[in-house]
């Protein structure tokens, strides 16, 4: 996903690609086609801002509420205010009932969705009706009932609640399970459906075998629910830069600074939180916000599933801005950045910072009698061969020299000879070998 801002932050644009390099190359490249809407977008862009979702779908969903939230003046503006569908639970009432919609509204009741593939979502809620018998009428139970049961009773399709045939109690507890099924929890349902399937394949009912597969198909939507939803809408992201002072910091630290910075001071409050790292005070923090958020609030750290995806998506995000604000330091500085794979590196092999100067070190034999060493030096992962060496290996006094002995001479004639020419040094250095040649190359340095 890409957004272009004006000066002042507002959006002018919203925009989603595979491969933003492409796009950029057809909107600004050599051969664009530069129509009066492109000539005026990069005339007014100041900024462009950058974000990856999880799918197509996600990505399809951001932009059709982004582009409803914000208007951005160079969208197309869908005027019929057509929206995806969403499943409506009425929970809020003591019968409830389980709908279509496409519209939102605070009235007590649970949202789901939003759903692109809407004849897999309506499948999937067919099969939960009829797996359920969730009423399908509009009567205000228990007030607003009828003298007798619907047709519905009569084609098993409902077990009339309306008229006392069913208890509040055994209606509410069908409805959690259909809750638990909207949440993406399919598992049992699908294992029902499937049994029905290959009954019906046994039958040579392939007709209507293949109807389960297709709610099956549905009921796998309902498991792939879009992610990063806020009340039911992709809506993006919020970004906040957290000054760690002094010190090296652990994850949990981190991780307790940002909770409580960002979520203390704020009334509009999610039902869940989820973190990477569990931290003191957590159980503290969670019942201060869920009694002010006046109902249940948890923090978790999510392992597997679901969850551990959109934490892995958050830092995917994360990382993606930290690599903008570094090329915008650049730009404002001077400086060229790390790269992404310095970075990467100065965390595997826990470096203070980014590797940007690699030095590597190789001993070579050939015939077993001559011996050649060399110096590969590496900038930012390009080969910089001004800065390559090779050395002739000199013999021991008594003739013989190891591998171990041939590193060590290697390494230190090249950097002392860098110290008396006050060459820089790299910021790494790797040799090739195990840990004699290592031990020798310490001892060398």
């Not at 003191?280 to 969850?307: K, N």
């Amino acid at each position: 996903m890409y957004l272009f801002r004006d000066s002042a932050g507002e959006i002018l644009y919203v925009g989603k690609a595979h491969s933003l390099r492409e796009r950029v190359r057809s909107y600004f490249g050599p051969g664009a086609n530069r129509s009066f809407k492109l000539r005026e977008l990069s005339r007014r862009a100041a900024s462009v801002e950058t974000f990856v979702v999880d799918s197509d779908a996600e990505a399809l969903l951001l932009e059709s509420n982004l582009v409803k939230e914000n208007t951005p003046r160079f969208n197309i503006q869908l005027r019929d205010d057509k929206t995806f569908p969403y499943v409506k639970v009425t929970v809020q009432e003591p019968f409830p009932r389980v709908l279509v919609t496409r519209r939102l509204e605070r009235d007590g009741s649970r949202y789901f969705g939003p759903f692109t593939d809407v004849g897999a979502m309506r499948r999937a809620l067919r099969q939960i009706r009829q797996s359920f018998k969730v009423r399908s009428c509009h009567y205000a139970l228990p007030g607003d009932a009828p003298d007798r049961p619907c047709l519905d009773y009569h084609i098993e399709r409902c077990q009339a609640p309306c008229v006392g045939y069913q208890t509040e109690a055994a209606y509410g507890q069908m409805i959690d399970r259909i809750l638990d099924i909207l949440g993406g929890r399919t598992g049992r349902l699908k294992r029902e459906v499937q049994a029905q399937m290959e009954e019906a394949a046994a039958e040579l009912a392939f007709e209507r075998a293949a109807e389960f597969r297709d709610v099956i198909r549905g009921l796998a939507t309902l498991e792939q629910r879009q992610t990063s939803m806020r009340d039911g809408k992709l809506l993006g992201r919020e970004v906040r830069f957290l000054g760690l002072g002094e010190g090296d910091e652990g994850q949990s630290a981190i991780t307790a600074a940002a909770v409580k910075g960002v979520y203390l001071g704020r009334d509009n409050l999610p039902r869940e939180l989820l973190v990477p790292a569990d931290f003191e005070d957590r159980e503290l923090l969670q019942s201060i916000l869920a009694a002010r958020r006046g109902s249940a609030f948890t923090i978790r750290v999510p392992l597997r599933g679901r969850g551990r995806r959109l934490l892995e998506l958050a830092a995917e995000n994360a990382t993606l801005v930290l690599a903008e604000r570094d090329r915008q330091h650049a730009r404002e500085t001077g400086a060229e950045p790390a790269p992404p794979a310095a970075r990467e590196l100065a965390v595997v092999l826990e470096l203070g910072s980014p590797p940007r100067n690699v030095v590597c070190f190789d001993v070579s034999t050939l015939g077993g009698t001559d011996s050649v060493g060399s110096a590969v030096w590496l900038s930012d992962g390009s080969p910089r061969k001004s800065e390559y060496r090779r050395f002739r290996i000199r013999e021991t006094p008594d003739g013989r020299s190891d591998d171990y002995s041939m590193m060590q001479e290697i390494v230190g004639r090249y950097f002392q000879r860098r110290l008396v020419e006050d060459r820089p040094l790299p910021d790494l250095v790797v040799v090739d070998g195990g840990r004699g040649q290592l031990a020798a190359a310490l001892h060398a340095m």
